[in-house]
């Protein structure tokens, strides 16, 4: 495992290297907008059966997708509809969670994808990972950097102690004090479906659309 402090000078970080790494299926540790997550090349199978084995995560549950554009977003997901674009466009990027249906042949193996062809995604507004998904250029799953089940992924030290000897890279930027995780709509028959309720909370989910 090669740890890195994002506490220091971020100039002398070789984000690239990380990046192409992470195209190779290799596992990485970052933090995100919300909590710290744990993630790889969401295109790379195998790399992706890693995550589930490492956070002992069952293979029922799928894994979490962040991307950086909406060009990236299409490669993967059927066409939004109205009310998922009205979610894109007031809260993209940052801490939502859309359940979308994914695109008929996608470069997705089926280990991430839900029975009923549904995928989480959420384009992230975290600086690192941000980065990263410019520069790999592929969509990155991210649960978040725990075990399954146990504490939310939010102290560095605890998240080393757990998983710092089954990954690849630990890009470390200290404790995440807000540790409420990113809420996760589902849109059924022109209303939001609240899976999950964190930053973005009922009342501004309200404005795009009614909630059931």
């Known amino acids: 495992m090669e740890y890195i402090s994002l506490k220091e000078n971020m100039v002398n970080i070789d984000f690239d290297k990380i990046a192409s790494e992470i195209v190779k299926g290799k596992i990485v540790i970052f933090p995100t907008e919300t909590l710290y997550g744990i993630g790889t090349n969401a295109y790379n199978e195998e790399a992706c059966k890693k995550i589930f084995k490492i956070k002992e995560r069952p293979n029922t549950k799928p894994l979490v997708i962040l991307i950086s554009d909406y060009e990236m977003l299409c490669n993967i997901v059927e066409e939004p509809n109205e009310i998922e674009k009205k979610l894109i466009n007031k809260f993209w990027p940052g801490p939502l969670t859309i359940i979308f249906k994914g695109k008929e042949?996608?470069?997705?193996?089926?280990?991430?994808?839900?029975?009923?062809n549904t995928i989480g995604i959420r384009m992230t507004d975290g600086k690192i990972i941000k980065q990263l998904l410019q520069k790999s250029n592929v969509p990155i799953v991210a649960p978040s950097a725990?075990?399954?089940?146990?504490?939310?992924?939010?102290?560095?030290?605890?998240?080393?102690?757990?998983?710092?000897?089954?990954?690849?890279?630990?890009?470390?930027s200290g404790n995440i004090e807000d540790n409420v995780p990113s809420t996760i709509?589902?849109?059924?028959?022109?209303?939001?479906?609240?899976?999950?309720?964190?930053?973005?909370?009922?009342?501004?989910?309200?404005?795009?659309?009614?909630?059931?």
């Open 146 to 172: 725990n075990i399954s089940g146990k504490t939310d992924a939010t102290k560095i030290k605890q998240i080393v102690m757990e998983l710092g000897e089954k990954v690849d890279y630990v890009l470390d």
């Open 105 to 116: 042949n996608s470069m997705l193996p089926n280990i991430i994808i839900a029975k009923d």
């Open 185 to 212: 709509v589902k849109v059924v028959e022109n209303s939001i479906h609240i899976l999950r309720e964190g930053k973005i909370t009922k009342e501004e989910l309200m404005e795009i659309a009614p909630i059931k």
